[in-house]
């Protein structure tokens, strides 16, 4: 649990970097998602780390989308694939 939640505060310091007009929707995006695996087993460590490995994926993807350079998730990396 402390590890996702570590993901969710990164997620949401990456989202401060979007432009303004988009941050209310992937912050809203980021919190839906956290919530809807809240009751995910905690103890199937393969598919956490499958959920980790994904939310870093999509972060590139939308700061690629929005020309932030990807080496702002270097934490959410460390995070997610080192714990």
């Known amino acids: 649990m402390e590890k996702a939640l570590r993901v969710y505060a990164e ?4 989202v401060r970097r979007l432009p ?3 941050r209310p929707y ?3 995006y980021a919190r839906e998602n956290f919530v809807n695996y809240r ?6 460590s393969k598919a956490l780390d499958e959920l980790f490995h994904r939310a870093y994926n999509h972060s590139l993807w939308v700061l690629n989308k929005y ?3 990807e080496s702002a ?3 959410l990396k460390e995070i997610c694939f080192h714990g």
Do not use: P, T
Request: hydrophobic fraction near 35%.
């Open 26 to 28: 992937y912050a809203k």
């Open 67 to 69: 020309s932030v350079d």
């Open 39 to 44: 009751d995910f087993d905690a103890s199937d």
């Open 11 to 14: 997620m949401l310091r990456l």
């Open 20 to 22: 303004k007009d988009s």
């Open 73 to 75: 998730a270097q934490k």
